[in-house]
Every structure is written in C-alpha cells, then in structure tokens.
C-alpha cells in the first residue's frame, strides 16, 4: 500500500499526473487528460478559486495539447441538468439562509426536498455554490439528508477560514477552502453542531481581525 500526502496539490488529479510520469514514464495521453481536466475544472470552479496555482494549469494545458477539449469538458459538466436537478436547486433557493452579520450562509435539504422534486443525492453538486456567492460571506455550507438519520456536509470558504478545520472536529475533511463531512444525525441536529462550529471560527477570525494592530474584516 503506496500512500502519498501532498497537502499543496491542486486536486488528486495532480498527484497521479505526477505518479504515472515518476513511477512508470507513462506519457499523457487523451484517456488520462479527460478525467484529469474535469478534476482540475471542479476542484478549482473552473480555475477561478484561490487554490487555483500555475502548477495545475501547467497540467491543464498539457491536457489540451494531449486533446481535451475545454468547451466540451464544459458542456458535460454544467450544460447538461435534469429537470429534477433544476427543481432541486429551486427548493435550494428557497432553503437559503444567512446568519446576522451576513459572513455565514446555509442551505439545509431534508428527504422530503428530493422526494417531491424526483431529484437524488446526485444532484446537489454545485448547490454550496448558492450560499457563496452571496457577497459579505465568508463560510457556506450546504447540509442534505442523504436517508434517515445521515446528513452529509459540504464546507466552503471564501478567504480566510480553514474549512478543514471545521470538517475534522465533526469528523470530516478536505482542504482548507472546501471539505466535507459525514453526520450520523438528524438534520436538525446536523444543523446546530455545525452551524455552532462555523459561528464559533468566524467570532475567533472577528475578535482576532479587531484587537489592537489587527486588521478589521472586510
């Protein structure tokens, strides 16, 4: 068992790149250029989070010369929704909440949002998307009951807070600006762990930003 820690890696994608040129010489070709691009393309909101270095576009391009095509990388991913997915994201709309002070945005999804709108727990990519781009917040979070008595998490940060950080204390992961975790509970008792934690690391990041010779928070 190979196992590889390369905290500074864009997505796994990277890691492997790396690993079959190193380890086996392979050379890239289009069957390993695809996956490798639509990795890229998620993990960096198609190149435009933080996490975004000139290592993974340097991957990126030699995924082009290797054949990819960008625009139908593009086109599978984000132009090809179902009805279910588009109510779905509706009723997420609707889910959408924003803490005083405007830094924390939520949306919470429960068994009963994907049964009336037909939709599946595959559906929920790009949802944390919603409470992020709100402008002024800094966390987003994204809570879904996947069945009875399981909710799976999805953390966002814009700058500042390590989202990883929130993710392990509750039995997750991830890196510092998306991670994720797994809660054996009620959604409603989902709701309170981790919006508790999330207030908590934005009153830290606050009270730190406003003592003497800090910087306030935008």
Same mark, same amino acid.
């Given at each position: 068992t $190979?196992? !590889?820690h390369r905290m500074e890696a864009t997505a796994t994608?990277?890691? $492997?790149?790396?690993f079959f040129a190193e380890r086996f010489g392979m050379a890239l070709d289009l069957a390993m250029a695809m996956p490798f691009t639509t990795a890229l393309f998620t993990e960096t909101g198609g190149f435009a989070y933080s =996490?975004?270095? #000139?290592k993974c576009m340097e991957l990126a391009a030699a995924c082009l010369r290797a054949g990819v095509n960008p625009a139908q990388v593009n086109s599978k991913l984000h132009e090809r929704e179902t009805l279910?997915?588009?109510? $779905?994201? #509706?009723?997420?709309? /609707? +889910?959408l909440h924003v803490d005083p002070g405007g830094r924390l945005a939520w949306v919470s999804l429960g068994l009963d949002d994907f049964k009336e709108t037909g939709a599946s727990a595959l559906d929920v990519g790009g949802l944390v998307d919603y409470p992020r781009s709100l402008d002024g917040v800094e966390v987003a979070v994204l809570m879904f009951e996947d069945e009875p008595g399981s909710v799976k !998490?999805?953390? +966002?940060? +814009? /700058? !500042?807070?390590?989202? =990883? $950080? @929130?993710?392990?204390? @509750?039995g997750g992961g991830g890196h510092v600006r998306a991670a994720g975790a797994l809660v054996r509970s009620s959604l409603a008792q989902a709701e309170t762990l981790i919006l508790g934690?999330? +207030? /908590?690391? @934005?009153?830290?990041? !606050?009270?730190?930003?406003?003592a003497p010779g800090a910087g306030h928070p935008s």
């Open positions: $190979l196992t !590889v994608a990277e890691i $492997l790149a790396d =996490n975004t270095t #000139a279910p997915a588009l109510k $779905l994201a #509706a009723r997420a709309l /609707e +889910r !998490v999805s953390l +966002r940060s +814009r /700058e !500042v807070l390590d989202m =990883n $950080l @929130i993710a392990r204390a @509750i934690k999330a +207030r /908590e690391a @934005i009153h830290q990041w !606050v009270a730190g930003s406003s």
